[in-house]
């Protein structure tokens, strides 16, 4: 779960790079009505409408993923095993995580993973 918080992000940061301004604020665009551009025929704008309602839920789940996470690491009651969970998150190594805390490699990720073992939903 932590272990995939990075790459969420930059999953859900490359969705939202591809999609419109408008998807990401939920305005459906599927009700205005635009000019046909030419040599656009409708079901090519269909097709380009429903791709870009996929990306907007994928990017949507991606979100969602993120904020479990968030939520999680930010309600462990434990202040070290919240402080080793944030700095994984933020990508660090365990080996960059125990330099910073004066902590053994081996005693940050057995904290965080029991952690994660007896508190996961």
């Not at 993120?66 to 998150?89: T, W, Y």
């Amino acid at each position: 779960m932590i272990e995939n918080y990075s790459s969420l992000v930059r999953q859900a940061n490359l969705w939202r790079e591809e999609l419109s301004p408008s998807f990401l604020t939920g305005v459906d665009c599927s009700k205005i009505k635009v000019q046909r551009s030419a040599g656009v025929s409708p079901t090519e704008q269909s097709a380009m409408q429903l791709l870009n309602l996929e990306k907007a839920e994928a990017y949507n789940r991606l979100r969602a993923q993120v904020k479990g996470i968030q939520h999680f690491v930010l309600n462990i009651k434990d202040a070290e095993v919240r402080e080793i969970a944030i700095r994984r998150c933020r990508g660090q190594t365990y080996e960059e995580i125990a330099a910073a805390m004066f902590i053994d490699r081996t005693t940050a990720s057995k904290k965080l993973r029991k952690y994660i073992s007896h508190n996961s939903r």
